[in-house]
């Protein structure tokens, strides 16, 4: 692939993290969590943030647990649901504390609209990259050849785009007063999924 791509940081922790969201995961949050740590770090690196590749890989990689089978519950908001998950997962592989928060409070905060400008950037950066792969937020902030390259790298899977529909429209069902249930009725997301420009 391209230079112009982030590198998959060689660690520990990457490599848990990656066998987690492997396990628990179809193919097409894989590849979504996947794109999302891509999209991150280049709009980081346009906006010149600096970064810690490991922690903003292991909070793109599993910041959405709280939507698979595994981790999901009938009650609490997905993301709130991950982000506990991840946290405690982190800490049974001995991550530093405070990667392991950070990554809870980038999961938790990740469909929060001001995160984006958070101080921190692996906060930040899933909001960001989340938000690009999904809706195609911030997408023309980005060289053309770099969103094809992580296109490229990794390809969104057919039907992508009803998946994730499907899946946040029962999960606004399932938990009426989460923030994802606002979205949906406040900024119709699920419409925005379906017409973010992708293919699928």
């Given at each position: 692939m391209p230079h112009i791509l982030a590198v998959r940081p060689d660690t520990a922790l990457a490599d848990a993290a990656d066998r987690m969201l492997v396990d628990c995961s179809p193919p097409h949050l894989v590849g979504h969590c996947h794109r999302t740590y891509q999209f991150a770090a280049a709009l980081l690196g346009q906006?010149?943030?600096?970064?810690?590749?490991?922690?903003?890989?292991?909070?793109?990689?599993?910041?959405?647990?709280?939507?698979?089978?595994?981790?999901?519950?009938?009650?609490?908001?997905?993301?709130a649901r991950g982000a506990r998950v991840a946290h405690d997962a982190l800490l049974a592989w001995q991550a530093p504390t405070e990667l392991a928060d950070l990554v809870r409070d980038a999961i938790a905060l990740h469909l929060?609209?001001?995160?984006?400008?958070?101080?921190?950037?692996?906060?930040?950066?899933?909001?960001?990259?989340?938000?690009?792969?999904?809706?195609?937020?911030?997408?023309?902030?980005?060289?053309?050849?770099?969103?094809?390259?992580?296109?490229?790298?990794?390809?969104?899977?057919?039907?992508?785009?009803?998946?994730?529909?499907?899946?946040?429209?029962?999960?606004?069902?399932?938990?009426?007063?989460?923030?994802?249930?606002?979205?949906v009725a406040d900024f119709s997301f699920d419409t925005m999924i379906l017409t973010a420009p992708f293919d699928n």
């Open positions: 906006q010149g943030r600096a970064f810690d590749a490991e922690a903003l890989y292991v909070a793109c990689a599993l910041h959405d647990l709280g939507l698979t089978p595994t981790w999901d519950d009938p009650v609490t908001p997905f993301e929060e609209l001001a995160t984006r400008d958070d101080a921190r950037a692996g906060v930040a950066g899933v909001s960001l990259g989340a938000g690009a792969d999904v809706a195609g937020l911030s997408l023309g902030d980005l060289p053309p050849d770099v969103v094809g390259a992580i296109l490229e790298q990794d390809p969104r899977e057919p039907g992508f785009k009803d998946y994730l529909t499907e899946v946040i429209r029962a999960q606004a069902a399932a938990k009426p007063t989460s923030r994802i249930a606002r979205h």
